[in-house]
């Protein structure tokens, strides 16, 4: 049984098509910069938005009435619901999908439950994988819905509830390596605090380095090849979150030495709930060498919430996309639409719409970005910015060369008297936007 009988496998028809159910711009095995788009750009689809979520919020049920979400038996509900993602998958024409332990299989009342419902559904998202060819670009567990994570998970109180999520990891690396999984993600959406008057901050710092020492054991004990990635969030569901942004993950992972083990997963809407731009908080996890993974999104610049919208603009992806490229590209990771449509969109039809949209936008957008890193003329302006430090002085400053009191005195002795020089940024400004409405 077809779950989407209306609708033939996207295919890709030019700028010139008018079709809502065909691409425009990607075109999946164009060479861009030498290797085809589908390889740049490594798109994914999220079990939880596209086929999990109800059409819920905080104010209102479900509005959606997917065949896949009918009452049923629950383990009979989760085998249809990878028939239709995978369906779904496979006529969208995207390479990847990314879930939670939780999405593709029924809790159950005991770990031994989750772990048996769990076991059965891997067997079933194997097949599927083999018979379409469909990769997983990660797996994570969901360790924060359940009540017994309102106080966090590796952060909790109770070191009971820190065993039980260490069960749910176990099981959701160890799944993601055998479905072949290029990564593996750990979001801490209860790891944070409510209220500092009843939080030990150290202590819950501690047991999160802990528990991400015990991952990283794992991982090499597996022979997983892939990278574990930390996904940043400054908030929501809690106050405050640990992970707040790239920068903060960064100095947690220093602290407990973790720096060269694990590396970031950005997700645009965080980026912008922790008062950063998307390409700030790419280039600043470039800058730092823990460059992962994008959850490809967007935030309602009128919400201080996360809206979790499909991506929409070309020039915020194509500054995006041009720092990955110049990164060298994704090592593992990939564009994850952690993206919903909206609550009144309600036919199955619409999860296609967003998608190819989205495709879209990101296809454009690398094909933008490709031709700013060809002539590479922000590179160009960078290199002559800092060109002082190239020169013998500047390359003996930063070798350590002086101390602060003999740098003063070559100061004072040289009488330096250095005037500000121009950063041209309304002239770079206009070179980006050659380059994208071109």
């Known amino acids: ?22 691409f425009r711009h990607y075109d999946a095995n164009k060479l861009i910069l030498g290797k085809p788009m589908r390889e740049h750009l490594r798109m994914a689809v999220c079990y939880w938005h596209t086929f999990v979520w109800p059409g819920s919020d905080v104010f209102g049920a479900g509005t959606f009435k997917r065949p896949w979400q009918r009452p049923a038996d629950p383990m009979e509900q989760a085998i249809g619901k990878a ?37 059965q559904m891997i067997d079933h998202l194997e097949r599927h994988q083999e018979q379409t060819g469909i990769k997983l670009l990660w797996g994570t567990a969901n360790c924060f819905s359940n009540p017994r994570f309102a106080a966090g998970a590796a952060s909790n109180p109770d070191p009971e509830v820190f065993a039980f999520a260490a069960a749910q990891v176990f099981s959701a690396m160890n799944a993601t390596q055998r479905l072949k999984g290029s990564n593996y993600v750990l979001w ?35 022979g997983f090849t892939g990278d574990l990635l930390i996904e940043p969030k400054p908030q929501e569901p809690t106050k405050h979150q640990y992970d707040y942004d790239s920068a903060t993950v960064f100095g ?6 973790l720096e060269d083990e694990i590396k970031v997963n950005i997700e645009a809407n965080h980026a912008t709930l922790a008062g950063h731009s998307f390409h700030h908080e790419i280039a600043t996890a470039v800058s730092l060498g823990i460059f992962g993974s994008i959850d490809a999104n ?3 610049p009128q919400n201080g919430w996360d809206t979790d919208q499909f991506p929409n603009s070309v020039e915020e992806m194509t500054l995006a996309t041009y720092e990955i490229l110049k990164a060298g590209g994704f090592k ?22 967003g998608h190819v949209a989205a495709m879209d936008v990101l296809a454009l957008s690398l094909e933008r ?70």
């Open 332 to 353: 593992n990771g990939g564009f994850n639409f952690d993206s919903k449509v909206r609550r009144q969109s309600l036919d199955e039809i619409d999860l296609f719409h």
């Open 1 to 22: 049984m077809s779950h989407f009988p209306t609708v033939d496998k996207i295919r890709y028809e030019g700028p010139a098509s008018d079709s809502p159910l065909a």
């Open 83 to 119: 028939e239709a993602a995978f369906e779904f998958f496979s006529k969208l024409g995207i390479d990847y999908y990314c879930f939670h332990d939780t999405d593709i299989a029924p809790e159950g009342s005991s770990l031994k439950e989750y772990r048996n419902n769990f076991a």
């Open 188 to 222: 801490g959406g209860r790891e944070g605090y409510e209220t500092l008057l009843n939080t030990d901050l150290k202590q819950e710092r501690e047991q999160l380095g802990r528990f991400m020492r015990m991952v990283v054991e794992h991982k090499h004990k597996i």
């Open 369 to 438: 970005a490709a031709a700013m890193v060809q002539n590479d003329q922000l590179q160009q302006f960078k290199d002559q910015r800092y060109a002082g430090w190239q020169q013998p002085f500047g390359k003996a400053v930063l070798a350590g060369e002086f101390s602060l009191e003999s740098l003063a005195q070559k100061a004072f002795a040289d009488e330096l008297n250095p005037q500000a020089v121009s950063g041209r940024q309304e002239m770079l400004e206009n070179v980006v936007n050659r380059f994208i409405y071109r």
């Open 298 to 300: 967007r935030g309602d």
């Open 252 to 257: 947690f992972l220093q602290q407990f030495g």
